[in-house]
């Protein structure tokens, strides 16, 4: 398990000094290691490839049967990379397609052999010399927020093996808290990157609209038009700027080092964890202590009804499109009375289910009001900071009913005297997020009292990755000298 600082309710930066090319480097550092460090020993001739191989190998045989992170693991000779990330070992949602390797989805009865093709965001990485070392753990089809599945078990917390990692990129998250990757590639529609990277510990970048190809997510290669996005989950803000560089095929932009601006959510009326409330306004105290301006928002303009009906008619539109229309029948059917418990994103999903072509028309006309909206009230602020999820990390559950990875959860959570059903409470500050398309970059901020992460949506302009990431370094920096200062 991951070690918690005597500090828990500050961000931590575990990463150990980088050593000189005269030090000797230990099998533990090298796994403490975030990936910007690790090239650059690789680069300095600290580190060979070859050893740097054998110490994760030996590392992940030591954890991952606590933590069961992964599906499926590269078993091919290893041959040194070449290019800037050679040397670097990465691991892949396996819902993401790499040739030469299985692609399982997490269902108990797989398609068989391998895939023929690599995603294209995938594809980059290996052509900068990343090495895949495996595909990691996912739900069935990717429909859970938490990660488990029946073919290979539940995927465990780093920080507490007794608590969920979060879904459904889970897996990803969790290799990465627990050092056995260097950077995951997951994916996200509803929360699936933001979710277990705020429950793990780590960063994750969420792209805007448009910004990568989403090609080869779902079964067969399909894609989805709307809100399916494929992101890194990293140690560290510096290694989202190393991926995003290759990911994206850009290179940082020179940006203003102006006094920042943000907008940070605030909502007395809000049902929402305590601890995770109080970890956000020790952060904004903090960051007003260091000068940032900060503009107190309920979010309103787009954590409203609105949103969350054309997020589901979209997303229920989209997703039944793949499905048959007997099967889309038999999940309104069948998913009526878990749609009534969640107003706020299964029933609009369900709705979608309908498969009304007018319906679906107007609701993407009211994405683009309600991505009009957000514009406007965030036109003066660099980016808002807002909660992941109205919970932090939680013990794991387990479905009432489970039908092929269709699962109920009859059981609310209780938060602050209020009931919220299970998907409610992990969406509400999601979905909405992902109906303006903008990017998104989730930013640890702390543990609470049960030393568990917490973690925060940073939500930038669309088109703004750059300038979201430059942000989001600023911000980092601001909280690990505050975290610093307690502890001398």
């Known amino acids: ?62 954890t991952n049967a606590s933590i069961n992170a992964f599906d499926s693991f590269n078993k091919a000779p290893f041959e040194p990379g070449t290019g800037p990330l050679g040397g670097l070992p990465i691991s892949i949602k396996d819902q993401i397609q790499v040739a030469g390797l299985p692609c399982r989805y997490g269902v108990e009865r797989p398609p068989a052999g391998e895939c023929e093709l690599t995603a294209p965001p995938v594809a980059a990485l290996l052509r900068a010399g990343a090495r895949v070392i495996g595909k990691t753990h996912l739900p069935p089809l990717a429909m859970d927020f938490q990660t488990f599945n029946q073919r290979i078990g539940r995927c465990n917390n780093p920080h507490n093996v007794d ?98 601006k943000l907008a940070v959510w605030q909502d007395s009326e809000a049902v929402i964890d305590p601890d995770s409330l109080q970890v956000l306004q020790r952060t904004t105290a903090v960051l007003t202590a260091a000068g940032i301006n900060i503009q107190a928002n309920n979010g309103h303009c787009i954590l409203n009804d609105a949103a969350y009906a054309s997020y589901g008619e979209i997303m229920g539109y989209e997703t039944g499109a793949l499905m048959p229309a007997v099967v889309r029948l ?48 965030f ?58 398309g903008n990017p998104v970059v989730t930013v640890p901020l702390g543990n609470d009292p049960q030393g568990m992460p917490v973690g925060a949506q940073l939500v930038g302009k669309r088109g703004g990755e750059w300038a979201l990431l430059a942000l989001a370094s600023r911000l980092v920096n601001h909280l690990n000298e505050a975290a610093g200062e307690l502890r001398r």
Not at 170 to 184: I, P, Q, T
Not at 209 to 215: E, K, S, V
Not at 344 to 368: E, N, P, T, V
Not at 413 to 426: K, R, T
Request: overall charge neutral; charged content about 15%; glycine content about 8%.
């Open 1 to 62: 398990m991951i070690e918690h600082s005597a500090i828990d309710n500050n961000p931590v930066d575990n990463r150990p000094p980088q050593p000189s090319p005269q030090q000797a480097i230990t099998d533990s550092e090298i796994i403490a290691m975030d990936a910007t460090q690790l090239l650059a020993a690789l680069a300095a001739g600290s580190l060979s490839q070859t050893r740097v191989q054998r110490v994760v190998q030996q590392h992940i045989a030591a």
């Open 163 to 260: 608590y969920s990692t979060g879904g459904s990129s889970g897996g990803g998250a969790a290799a990465v808290a627990a050092g056995m990757s260097y950077l995951d590639i997951g994916a996200d529609l509803a929360g699936s990157l933001r979710i277990p990277a705020a429950f793990c510990g780590v960063f994750s970048l969420l792209p805007g609209d448009g910004a990568l190809p989403t090609a080869a997510l779902a079964v067969g290669g399909q894609s989805l038009p709307h809100f399916a996005k494929i992101g890194p989950m990293t140690r560290s803000v510096d290694d989202l700027h190393l991926a995003w560089q290759y990911l994206s095929g850009t290179v940082p932009q020179q940006l203003s080092a102006a006094p920042i």
């Open 330 to 377: 038999l999940a309104r059917l069948f998913g009526a009375a878990a749609a009534a418990k969640s107003p706020k994103f299964l029933a609009g999903i369900h709705r979608g289910y309908r498969h009304s072509a007018r319906r679906y028309s107007d609701a993407l006309a009211q994405r683009q009001l309600l991505q009009q909206d957000f514009d406007r009230e």
């Open 379 to 436: 036109a003066e602020v660099d980016a808002l900071l807002l909660p992941v999820a109205q919970v932090n990390a939680f013990k794991h559950r387990l479905p009432d009913s489970d039908r092929g990875g269709l699962r109920d959860y009859k059981t609310p959570f209780l938060i602050n005297g209020h009931q919220v059903s299970y998907l409610d409470a992990l969406t509400s500050f999601t979905s909405p997020i992902s109906l303006i």
